[in-house]
């Protein structure tokens, strides 16, 4: 379980990152190295050259701005986790980094490194995905911005090009007193879940639902979006909702299959976990007096 | 026996090495010229090799040498000598020790890569190409025991290596006339094992004498030194085997092991040091597992719920090659008739055959097995029955007063087996008022009232502890008055440092801290067998007190004649021999070990025999029987079919306990390894012999966050069997706790629930099984 031979490369600076970006061949880059290393000690990757982003001053840190709250992608999951701008803030994204990993890998792993692998199972990409998320890359001739919905490209696959880096990801915080839920099934805590699902919704002073977001994820090979089921949210009185669009929306999904598990199963899971991120919304929104 | 350290929870003298970061083991050792290996193993699970072009792999950055079996043709050649020869294996079934034509199972060593790094004995490795015939694999069990069967040898006829027998009492006739008989299939999964340190292996040779050093992550290693010796066709005396610190060995490490073979064969060609260290890839392929079986049990037992005979057929999944003998098949039979005094038994269990990696023990060997069986046999007659779990058990049990009781069972030597001593029906009672039983209802309530559903288990064990023939100690005073313990027992971090050291300072009157423990050196101790089946503290904890009580008389002998005093009023204390009553008449242990290291000259007193120091070895003849009782409760989430234990007590007899602390770490360890049988751990392979689940991502080895509070209660029933009153402590938490998780989890799916004869279960399975019930 040694790595095959690559060439290490440190760059301090962005320009620095960007021309190793634009010359490299086979190139990764490093972040927290809690998904890469153990796939190139497995050896299942093997990269020429490693370019370790940990130096780079900046892409690192929390910041609350006009259009969002701003999360550097080297910025570590422990800190988002102990963040007190996304507990208040995004206290969904919170509650599932509760689940990720352990103190170890949480140490090191960063938000940046998971929006890029991509594990289907994968906690942050996924709430990412519900808040609706923008992915801030960096390329050689300036920045492109790229919508949740467009990030997403496949198992193990988002937009990123070959010369690009992700810089930060940016997140519109839902009102405040929001409800917020999520549930996961892992065998082991901080294993990767088998199914997860995750809501979120607004309501209006009577108690009726004024917006809603719901997900499934670990079920497809990315995160998918409820739609249909979101639509049909709205209106309802919380406290008398119908929770049956949206497990059936979650049991209607193509799920797949591994070692352990069937995709019925999967199915069935997602039902369960969905329910219960909703239930879980509904008791944490804040009632308007 | 007790003292000022016996019984007593002393904190182990290992600890504060280990948990700082300053234990030593084998990737610690670092010599002048030393070669990094990596091996060429088998992605494929049966097949020929026709050719090995190793060409391009050696042309490869910092590559020194890669070797298959032809290459050391003139050193030794041949298959391994068998560990335990066993008259029904006609023909022993070993590795060599790299592969030469056929290979057996996926993981299995073809050829060793020597290079400057393990890195670049990896890049080498991977370049190595092989030429291969494949052939027809059988990678399950069951397949494997049909006639038409694919063989996992070519050779062979048949898959079925041999069969065993045995039994007792007239099984014909009690099923004939018995008022109730029931039949069960049990599937019981092979699993993995998986010690925190993997193996390793680092040898040397002394380019003067040719002698071979060699140290090793192994729970035996006199065993190495051994049919290493014998293979090399060697004196003993060239070899040194030694284990330093080893982070566990739970089994697998009680085996003489290719790789091991291997390094030495690759040091003596190359003459240069060379280390191995296997990763937990390798682990997952090379290291021997679990214990696959398939049951078939009949059962006879009577309206009251006694349990009366069984009769049953094993078909026992071996893997690819038998190293160990027959011996982990073996341990099925013998676990039979555990707590139940049955009238006969009819057992044939089939020795198979195929291509995955050898089983051999791992904790508890079979016995988990069989403790399975029993207890979820007692379960299914109270179901059937419509009586308490308890009530069949109590019915059914061998009585305390039967003491000794005598199974019908024979030992290897064909002696009969006989239980020395307890009781297992007060351990039962004892572990049901421990977990509150009487209030189970309110609680099952409670948790229904949370959307869970709550189960109760129990499962019984006896074990076999203490099997001979001996391990040896030695106890020498030193002339500045320490305490040198030495002994053949190899320690994988179980405290034997600081129990040996227990009951040497209590026979000596010394301080723990004047105690040194060296274990495990051929070079300081002659003989050892191995660490395995709970046999240390009866076998070497017993010939420590014998050394120690003989260096104990000799300094008294020596006392009395500076003292002038009658040995009779004489005692040790305080690091001296003094006259009982009058503290200042002494004579320091330091004082007398210098004296009879001698002085040029000066004559011993009383012509002793010089050197305060003596060697004993305690003959362990007959097993000891260690017991317990375990009961538990599960929560189970009826939606995802999640299962969570939440309580856990065990009673456990293990006879004298030379130190609770260290027995309660052994116990509690054993039953996280019996709740990942039952619920987590599961080595999938598919129909072509490919393991699937080879990182802990995959594997679920169970983690502290699963695990529940595990409560502990102790009873002292002394061996007669042994000088010290103890018996093994090292698998009695594994043995019952898979059949005591189960029996909770059939408990919480309530009486329509399906009656769970397999482990592990999975959510997915009970999702299954919850909706089949409604
Ligand atoms: C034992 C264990 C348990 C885990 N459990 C979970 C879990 O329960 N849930 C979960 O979601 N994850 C889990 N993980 C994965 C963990 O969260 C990783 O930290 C994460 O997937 C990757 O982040 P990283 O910073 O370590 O990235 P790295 O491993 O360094 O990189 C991952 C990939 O992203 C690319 N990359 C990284 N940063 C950038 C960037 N800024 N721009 C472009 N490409 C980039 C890399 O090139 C690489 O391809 C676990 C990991 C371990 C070891």
């Excluded at chain 1, 050689?140 to 198992?155: K, T």
């Excluded at chain 1, 719901?214 to 090979?221: K, N």
């Excluded at chain 2, 109270?382 to 009586?387: E, I, N, P």
């Amino acid at each position: 379980m040694k790595a095959p031979p690559f060439q290490y490369h440190r760059p301090q600076t962005r320009e620095e990152l960007g021309t190793l970006l634009s010359s490299l061949e086979n190139a990764k880059i490093l972040a927290g190295g809690q998904s890469l290393m153990p796939m190139m000690n497995l050896r299942v990757l093997a990269p020429d050259h490693l370019i370790d982003i940990n130096r780079i001053p900046g892409l690192a840190g929390i910041r609350e701005t006009p259009e969002g709250i701003e999360i550097g992608a080297m910025t570590r999951q422990a800190d988002i986790l102990s963040s007190d701008v996304v507990k208040a803030r995004l206290p969904l994204l919170s509650r599932a980094l509760e689940h990720v990993g352990h103190i170890q890998t949480r140490a090191r792993g960063t938000i940046g490194g998971s929006c890029c692998h991509l594990d289907p199972s994968a906690e942050q990409p996924a709430m990412c995905a519900i808040l609706d998320a923008e992915f801030i890359v960096t390329r050689p001739d300036g920045h492109r911005i790229v919508p949740a919905s467009e990030w997403f490209e496949g198992l193990l696959q988002s937009a990123l090009g070959e010369q690009e880096f992700l810089e930060a990801i940016r997140i519109k915080p839902w009102a405040k007193g929001h409800g917020y839920g999520f549930a996961e099934y892992a065998r082991r805590h901080g294993d990767f879940a088998i199914a997860g699902g995750a809501a979120l919704i607004e309501a209006s002073k009577d108690g009726r639902i004024t917006r809603a977001a719901l997900l499934s994820f670990g079920i497809e090979a990315s995160p998918r979006r409820l739609s249909d089921a979101e639509a049909a949210l709205i209106d309802q009185p919380i406290g008398k909702l119908d929770l049956e669009p949206a497990v059936a929306a979650a049991r209607a999904l193509d799920a797949m299959e591994d070692v352990h598990v069937t995709p019925d199963y999967r199915r069935h899971l997602a039902g369960v976990l969905i329910r219960r991120a909703l239930n879980e919304a509904c008791t944490t929104l804040e009632r308007q007096p | 026996m007790s003292g000022r350290f016996f019984g007593a929870a002393v904190t182990r003298v290992e600890d504060a090495r280990l948990l700082t970061g300053t234990g030593h083991y084998v990737d610690d050792i670092e010599l002048p010229g030393m070669l990094h290996a990596a091996f060429v193993r088998a992605s494929f699970a049966h097949g020929r090799i026709r050719s090995i072009d190793k060409r391009d792999a050696l042309a490869m950055p910092g590559v020194v040498a890669i070797y298959t079996m032809d290459d050391f043709a003139d050193i030794a050649q041949g298959p391994m000598p068998p560990m335990a020869p066993h008259p029904l294996l006609k023909t022993p079934i070993t590795y060599h020790p790299l592969s030469d034509t056929e290979v057996r199972h996926v993981g299995e060593a073809i050829a060793i890569v020597l290079a400057d790094s393990r890195a670049n004995a990896e890049d080498a490795a991977a370049a190595v190409i092989l030429d291969v015939e494949y052939l027809p694999t059988v990678s399950d069990v069951a397949l494997a025991h049909e006639a038409n069967s694919p063989t996992a040898h070519s050779q062979h006829a048949s898959n079925i290596a041999a069969t065993m027998k045995a039994g007792f009492g007239d099984c014909a006739r009690i099923f004939a006339k018995a008022d109730h008989v029931l039949t069960e299939q049990f599937d019981i999964h092979r699993g993995g094992c998986h010690a925190m340190e993997c193996r390793g292996v680092v040898a040397n040779i002394d380019l003067l004498t040719d002698a071979l050093t060699i140290s090793t992550s192994s729970q035996s290693p006199y065993m190495v030194r051994r049919h290493l010796a014998a293979y090399l066709d060697r004196d003993e005396n060239g070899i040194r085997v030694m284990t330093p610190d080893v982070g566990g060995g739970f089994g697998p490490k009680a085996n003489v092991y290719a790789e091991e073979f291997a390094v030495a064969l690759s040091t003596i060609k190359i003459r240069r040091p060379v280390k191995w260290i296997e990763d937990r890839q390798e682990h997952f392929v090379a290291t021997t597992q679990q214990r696959g079986q398939i049951w078939s049990i009949d059962v006879a037992f009577d309206n009251n719920g006694r349990m009366r005979a069984i009769r049953g057929h094993c078909i026992h999944d071996n893997g690819a090659y038998a190293p160990y003998g027959l011996i982990l098949p073996a341990t099925a039979i013998a676990s039979f008739p555990g707590p139940y005094a049955l009238e006969a038994l009819d057992l044939t269990v089939d020795v198979v055959l195929t291509n995955l990696v050898p089983t051999s023990p791992v904790r508890g060997a079979c016995r988990p097995n069989v403790a399975f069986l029993l207890e979820r046999l007692a379960d299914r007659i109270a179901r059937h029955l419509g009586m308490d779990r308890q009530d069949v058990r109590q019915r059914s049990f061998v009585k305390a007063e039967q003491m000794p009781y005598t199974t019908g069972l024979k030992a290897r030597d064909g002696s009969p087996i006989s239980y020395d001593s307890g009781d297992y029906t007060g351990a039962l009672n004892l572990v049901l008022d421990k977990i509150a039983a009487k209030d189970f209802e309110a609680r099952r309530k409670e948790s229904k009232q949370r959307g869970k559903l709550r189960g109760l288990g129990i499962a019984s064990c006896v074990e076999d502890t203490g099997i001979g023939p001996f391990e040896g100690a030695s106890i020498r005073v030193t002339p500045a008055g320490k305490v040198i313990v030495a002994t053949g027992a190899s320690s994988q971090g179980q405290g034997h440092r600081t129990a040996f050291a227990q009951i040497a300072a209590d026979a000596l009157g010394v301080e723990l801290e004047d105690v040194t423990v060296e274990t495990a050196d051929t070079a300081k101790f002659p003989l050892g067998i191995s660490t395995i089946a709970s046999r240390i503290a009866v076998t070497a904890g017993s010939s420590v007190q014998l050394a120690a009580h003989k260096v104990r008389a000799k300094a008294i002998t020596f006392a009395s004649h500076q003292l002038e005093v009658d040995e009779h009023d004489l005692e040790l204390e305080g690091g001296a021999v003094r006259v009982k009553g009058i503290a200042d008449m002494k004579i320091k242990l330091s004082e007398i070990a210098r004296a009879l290291a001698g002085s040029t000259g000066v004559p011993l007193p009383g012509n002793m025999e010089p050197d305060l120091a003596a060697t004993a070895y305690f003959n362990s003849n007959a097993l000891t029987f260690a017991y317990g009782a375990n009961a538990c409760e599960v929560e189970v989430d009826p939606e995802t079919g999640d299962v969570r234990v939440v309580r856990y007590v065990v009673v456990h007899d293990c006879g004298k306990l030379i130190n609770p602390l260290i027995v309660d770490g052994q116990i509690r360890g054993g039953v996280v390894h019996g709740i990942g049988n039952a619920l987590f751990e599961r080595m999938i392979y598919d129909e072509q012999g490919q393991p699937l689940t080879t990182t802990y991502g995959d594997y679920f080895l169970p983690m502290a966050s699963e695990m529940p509070p595990i409560e502990i209660h102790h009873m002292e029933t002394p061996s007669p069997r042994n000088p010290i009153g103890v018996k093994g402590a090292g698998e009695g938490g594994t043995i019952p706790a898979a059949a005591c998780v189960i029996s909770a989890v059939e408990d919480a799916l309530g009486p329509n629930g399906p009656f769970i004869p397999v482990h592990p279960i999975s959510p997915q399975q009970v999702v299954q099984w919850l909706k089949a019930t409604r």
